[in-house]
């Protein structure tokens, strides 16, 4: 200690030139009271701090080993007995720091006041030196003083730290106190209000000597109350370290504001002192929010009905191409006239696609798309969509399926949508392969005690997919411009579709190139929940879904439908005037010879009534084909006001309507059944012999 303290004193105090002290007076010995045998003076000279005792005359009577080996002339001799005012004017003169110096200021200090004194010098080099000088007394005298020289650089470092410190809390707290868009507060860790700013009082309406010691819950509602909602944050605070939270809190006035709310626990040295909490007024934001939302909720539903009137508009003419063209393809044609009308069979088949892409991806894009929950047979939905693709393929491509013997001989499901992805699939497989193969491969990827997973992949051989576009595939409206090869432009929206559909299913949908070759691999998973008892399930006699999508070969029913036929008396109420013309023609084909015509619903009311006298029956008519959308009076309500009426003969819908949810709707009004524009003469003949066997059996 002592080694440290002369060293620091050593460079504040350089020795004076020899000849500085040759000029001086030469100093007086002490008297009896600074004996330097004296016990006590040991105790000053071997003490580590730099200390001098000086006479009540300032001479100095004795001097610490610390300070002699610090001092200009290192001896004690050059000390001992001389006047402290020589030798602080010898340090003036020969440049010294003025610690010596200032100690001349400290002596006349106590001589004037008697009392102890403490003065502070600092350095260029930034240390900081204390000179304390304590006056002793005896006898009502000054006796002796001491002066010691304390190194408190450290100590003066501390000291402006912790004055720093003390700024920035108290300019915080001022920041915190002043502010006022925010409200910003301590609480105890029992949950009581401990402090309380500006913003506070601002959004809550409480003065501080209002609110200071109640709990913070008094600002939640009742319903929060009831759930202990403020119990809940403060505890999930202390376990995530921070809770944000956003609801309605109430001010004293009983009005509330929508609040975003942060409570953060506050620690020292690991004991929880309280929590902090920072709430927002977000009123303003919310409002803007719910008038986004209603903004959007009212584009949807605008967006909808346009969608509802497009599929109308466009079905509407489509119905009289397509089922026209029926009527063409069964008359005499020749090889060229057969091969210009199944070029336009086809272009109206890609056509109606086209329209039912952007209404199930519209359908998807607003929640509206739901699933089914049917009895399903996966191989059976594989081995039929083969047989309804394999007019796709060339003969230089080999279509084949194969299926895992493990999977689910039922489950429950989509049929139509799982049909749907894979004739996607297969569709895209078909425009892209040239030659080689396309395989359609299902097995069972994996099974608990409620579900099955089902994984379909449909592998080709052909022109693959780019690197650089792999990542966009399921992207909506994205498609590779491939127009050697690529047939059919498509809208960029089939995969993207799959996609949905497939995760509407519990499943998922990916791509990756063919491992043994040229070529892609498009796969997708769905969940089937097992069934406990497999049955027989009838298929419902009406296809309720727009979707417009290849149906596997079926059995020819146009023999029995013309047996059937016979002796039954339809009336059909359609407005427009081709579609009217396109449907009397096919239904004589058919074979109906008794068909009446009403050109709106009104019509078609006043028809069944007269039929009804002229036969005196009941049923008037053995069916009704009815057009939802007509003048005057539209299908739905004239369905309406006949079974009001009294007559339950079958009415199937016929409407170029073929969103969602709409056959549903047509049936929950009266209806007997729905089949959507463009009319499949095939689906028709279904319907048709589904109702009348309905009634044989009735």
Same mark, same amino acid.
């Given at each position: 200690m002592e080694g440290v303290v002369a060293a620091s004193l050593d460079a504040i105090l350089p020795k004076p030139p020899v000849s500085t002290l040759v000029d001086l007076p030469q100093p007086k010995r002490p008297d009896s009271i600074c004996d330097a045998s004296s016990a006590e003076f040991d105790i000053f000279r071997f003490t580590p701090v730099p200390t001098l005792i000086l006479d009540a005359s300032r001479r100095i009577v004795q001097v610490s080993d610390s300070f002699v080996m610090t001092s200009p002339g290192g001896r004690r001799e050059d000390l001992v007995g001389w006047h402290a005012d020589d030798v602080l004017d010898r340090t003036d003169r020969t440049s010294a720091f003025p610690v010596l110096a200032s100690a001349r200021e400290a002596i006349r200090i106590v001589e004037e006041t008697g009392s102890l004194t403490q003065l502070d010098h600092s350095t260029d080099s930034q240390q900081v030196w204390r000179t304390r000088t304590v006056p002793i007394y005896r006898n009502d005298s000054l006796h002796c003083t001491q002066l010691e020289f304390h190194d408190v650089t450290e100590e003066h470092r501390k000291r402006l730290e912790l004055e720093e410190r003390l700024r920035n809390v108290e300019t915080f707290?001022?920041?915190?106190?002043? !502010?006022?868009?925010?409200?910003?507060?301590?609480?105890?860790?029992?949950?009581?209000?401990?402090?309380?700013?500006?913003?506070?009082?601002?959004?809550?309406?409480?003065?501080?000597?209002? *609110?200071?010691?109640?709990?913070?819950?008094?600002?939640?509602?009742?319903?929060? #109350?009831?759930?202990?909602?403020?119990?809940?944050?403060?505890?999930?605070?202390?376990?995530?370290?921070?809770?944000?939270?956003?609801?309605?809190?109430?001010?004293?006035?009983?009005?509330?504001?929508?609040?975003?709310?942060?409570?953060?626990? !506050?620690?020292r040295e690991g004991v929880l002192l309280g929590f902090s909490k920072v709430t927002r007024d977000m009123t303003d934001r919310r409002k803007a929010e719910?008038?986004?939302?209603?903004?959007?909720?009212?584009?949807?539903?605008?967006? /909808?009905?346009? #969608?509802?009137?497009?599929?109308? $508009?466009?079905?509407?003419?489509?119905?009289?191409?397509?089922?026209?063209?029926?009527?063409?393809?069964?008359?005499?044609?020749?090889?060229?006239?057969?091969?210009?009308?199944?070029? *336009?069979?086809?272009?109206?088949?890609?056509?109606?696609?086209?329209?039912?892409?952007?209404?199930?991806?519209?359908? #998807?894009?607003?929640?509206?798309?739901?699933?089914?929950?049917?009895?399903?047979?996966?191989?059976?939905?594989?081995?039929?969509?083969?047989?309804?693709?394999?007019?796709?393929?060339?003969?230089? !491509?080999?279509?084949?399926?194969?299926?895992?013997?493990? *999977?689910?001989?039922?489950? $429950?499901?989509? /049929?139509?949508?799982?049909?749907? *992805?894979?004739?996607?699939?297969? /569709?895209?497989?078909?425009?892209?392969?040239?030659?080689?193969?396309?395989?359609?491969?299902?097995? #069972? $990827?994996?099974?608990?005690?409620?579900?099955?997973?089902?994984?379909?992949?449909?592998?080709?051989?052909?022109?693959?997919?780019?690197?650089?576009?792999?990542?966009?595939?399921?992207?909506?409206?994205?498609?590779?411009?491939?127009?050697?090869?690529?047939?059919?432009?498509?809208?960029?929206?089939?995969? /993207?579709?799959?996609?949905?559909?497939?995760?509407?299913?519990?499943?998922?949908?990916?791509?990756?190139?063919?491992? $043994?070759?040229?070529?892609?691999?498009?796969?997708?998973?769905?969940?089937?929940?097992?069934?406990?008892?497999?049955?027989?399930?009838?298929?419902?006699?009406?296809?309720?879904?727009?979707l417009r999508v290849p149906s596997p070969a079926d059995v020819d029913h146009m023999e029995e439908i013309k047996r059937v036929a016979v002796n039954k008396h339809l009336l059909l109420a359609e407005d427009n005037f081709i579609n009217r013309k396109v449907m009397l023609r096919m239904l004589a084909g058919l074979g109906f010879p008794n068909i009446d015509v009403a050109t709106d619903g009104k019509e078609a009311v006043a028809k069944t009534i007269q039929s009804a006298d002229d036969r005196h029956a009941s049923v008037p008519y053995d069916l009704i084909l009815m057009d939802v959308n007509m003048p005057v009076q539209d299908g739905v309500s004239a369905t309406q006001e006949l079974r009001d009426r009294g007559f339950y003969m079958p009415v199937i819908a016929m409407t170029a309507n073929a969103l969602k949810g709409q056959a549903e709707a047509y049936i929950a009004k009266g209806m007997s059944g729905y089949i959507a524009k463009p009319v499949d003469r095939k689906l028709l003949i279904k319907i048709l012999l589904s109702c009348f066997k309905d009634q044989s059996n009735d």
């Open positions: 707290r001022i920041l915190v106190e002043t !502010v006022k868009d925010y409200a910003i507060f301590m609480l105890d860790p029992n949950g009581n209000i401990a402090t309380w700013n500006a913003g506070a009082q601002a959004f809550k309406g409480y003065t501080k000597s209002e *609110i200071i010691g109640q709990h913070f819950s008094r600002f939640y509602g009742e319903d929060d #109350l009831a759930t202990d909602k403020p119990g809940r944050e403060l505890r999930t605070a202390l376990r995530d370290g921070r809770c944000e939270d956003e609801g309605w809190r109430y001010r004293k006035d009983g009005s509330r504001f929508w609040a975003n709310v942060v409570i953060t626990p !506050v620690f719910q008038q986004l939302i209603g903004a959007y909720e009212e584009a949807s539903k605008l967006k /909808s009905e346009f #969608l509802a009137n497009m599929s109308h $508009e466009i079905r509407t003419p489509m119905h009289g191409l397509l089922s026209a063209l029926t009527l063409l393809l069964d008359t005499k044609l020749d090889f060229d006239q057969l091969d210009l009308a199944r070029v *336009i069979q086809e272009s109206g088949e890609v056509l109606l696609q086209v329209i039912n892409d952007i209404l199930d991806y519209s359908k #998807l894009a607003n929640g509206s798309f739901s699933i089914s929950h049917d009895i399903i047979n996966i191989a059976d939905i594989v081995h039929s969509v083969h047989r309804a693709q394999q007019k796709l393929f060339s003969p230089q !491509v080999k279509f084949e399926s194969h299926l895992d013997p493990q *999977i689910p001989k039922a489950g $429950e499901g989509d /049929s139509l949508r799982y049909r749907q *992805i894979v004739q996607n699939l297969v /569709s895209n497989a078909a425009k892209f392969t040239e030659e080689g193969s396309v395989q359609i491969n299902a097995r #069972l $990827e994996s099974e608990d005690e409620e579900n099955s997973i089902i994984r379909t992949a449909v592998v080709d051989t052909g022109i693959g997919v780019p690197e650089a576009s792999a990542k966009a595939l399921f992207t909506p409206f994205t498609q590779f411009d491939n127009s050697a090869t690529k047939r059919y432009k498509g809208t960029g929206l089939g995969l /993207s579709i799959c996609r949905s559909l497939s995760e509407l299913m519990g499943g998922e949908i990916g791509f990756h190139p063919n491992p $043994e070759g040229h070529g892609s691999v498009f796969w997708f998973t769905i969940k089937l929940k097992k069934c406990k008892q497999f049955q027989t399930i009838k298929t419902p006699r009406i296809e309720l879904d727009g």
